[in-house]
Structures are given as structure tokens and as C-alpha cells.
T-cell receptor, first 111, second 114 residues
């Protein structure tokens, strides 16, 4: 099992450009999450999906959209990137034991 | 709103000394509690978790934590620090045991000197 995979690992965008961060899990988990990590802030929830076909906003959803394409995949889209979105993005899924499994992260810089 | 407070953004210890990283949570019902570790430029790794079983939880790498409901605390300890323990540690909570997202503390960076 690969667990949770994310692509790309690194990305540099100019202000106003768009991009999609991809996430997939092979553990047959229902719920998936997108977090952002900023220095001194811990991880903050952007969006989550409790099951295939449903998505909900988290603590910091502004400027982002998500798609739960199927049970395995949960993508995060930045329609018009801003420097404030420079961050490390983590995707996660949750198992039946309430443990969250994290991907390796995407380091995004917006100039 | 539920919250997690980690006291001390930076903790420094000598190799062989006791490690104590503090975490307090606010919750009206006993939550599920977690400690994660993050090494530089890596993802998050689960150290240990409390899910309403034994209040003293043992994790990987010699770490343990005790759930104290009366103090709403879940402090992380290790009897003897090792250089390889230097990392950032996050306390997190699932507040209502309904499988919702984690709420994270802001993290504590542990430095270990020889």
C-alpha cells in the first residue's frame, strides 16, 4: 500500500496563476482532508470530505476549491493564487481507528 | 470552539534529560487525543493516541502521554532524550469522537543538545 500520495512535491506560482494539488489514498477510507501548515500556526483545515460526493469547508477555505473525484481521490484547486497561499499543504485520510494518515506534503510558493 | 494549547513553542533539553511537552485541550466531552512528530521537511508521523482506553498511552520511540481529564491535559514525556528526538511536535484532538477533522496545537520545537 502506498498510503496517501500527493503531487506535486514542490510548486512555484506567480500571483494570479491557478493550479490543482492532487491527493490519492489506497486504504479505502471514507473521509479525506486538506490542511495547510504555516510557521507558528500548526496545521489548519481547509476543506474536508466525509464521503464520496460530499465536501465541507474547514477553518480557512477562502481562495480554495475541492473535488472529491471518487473514493480514492481528493483534489485542491487554487483558482487565482495569492502570496498568502504560500504554505505547505497536506492531504490526509482517516481510518476506522480515528488515526489520520498524512501524505508527504506539497510545498507551494506564490511570488 | 474546541481548541488545543501547547505551552512553549520551543523546548530545549540536554541529551539524556527528561522530555516534557505540554498540551491542554478544551472539550466538553473526552475527546480523542493525538501526538504527532514532524522531522524537518517531512510529513507528520503519529507518535501515540488516546481513544478512551487506558489513560497512560505508550507510543513509538519511547514516548508516552497521560490523559488527565480533571486537568484537561495530555502531556507528552520521554525519560531520556536522544539527539534524534529533535523535531517539531504537535498535539491534536478530534473533539467529538465523530470522525471529524483534527484540531492542531501550534506545535513545539524540541531541541536536544549534547
Amino acid at each position: 500500500n502506498a498510503g496517501v500520495t500527493q503531487t506535486p512535491k514542490f510548486q512555484v506560482l506567480k500571483t494570479g496563476q491557478s493550479m490543482t494539488l492532487q491527493c490519492a489514498q489506497d486504504m479505502n477510507h471514507n473521509s479525506m482532508y486538506w490542511y495547510r501548515q504555516d510557521p507558528g500556526m500548526g496545521l489548519r483545515l481547509i476543506y474536508y470530505s466525509a464521503s464520496e460526493g460530499t465536501t465541507d469547508k474547514g477553518e480557512v477555505p477562502n481562495g480554495y476549491n475541492v473535488s472529491r473525484l471518487n473514493k480514492r481521490e481528493f483534489s485542491l484547486r487554487l483558482e487565482s493564487a495569492a502570496p498568502s497561499q504560500t504554505s505547505v499543504y497536506f492531504c490526509a485520510s482517516i481510518g476506522p481507528d480515528y488515526e489520520q494518515y498524512f501524505g508527504p506534503g506539497t510545498r507551494l510558493t506564490v511570488t | 470552539a474546541q481548541s488545543v494549547t501547547q505551552l512553549g513553542s520551543h523546548v530545549s533539553v540536554s541529551e539524556g534529560a527528561l522530555v516534557l511537552l505540554r498540551c491542554n485541550y478544551s472539550s466538553s466531552v473526552p475527546p480523542y487525543l493525538f501526538w504527532y512528530v514532524q522531522y524537518p521537511n517531512q510529513g507528520l508521523q503519529l507518535l501515540l493516541k488516546y481513544t478512551s482506553a487506558a489513560t497512560l498511552v505508550k507510543g513509538i520511540n519511547g514516548f508516552e502521554a497521560e490523559f488527565k481529564k480533571s486537568e484537561t491535559s495530555f502531556h507528552l514525556t520521554k525519560p531520556s532524550a536522544h539527539m534524534s528526538d529533535a523535531a517539531e511536535y504537535f498535539c491534536a484532538v478530534i473533539p467529538n469522537q465523530a470522525g471529524t477533522a483534527l484540531i492542531f496545537g501550534k506545535g513545539t520545537t524540541l531541541s536536544v543538545s549534547s
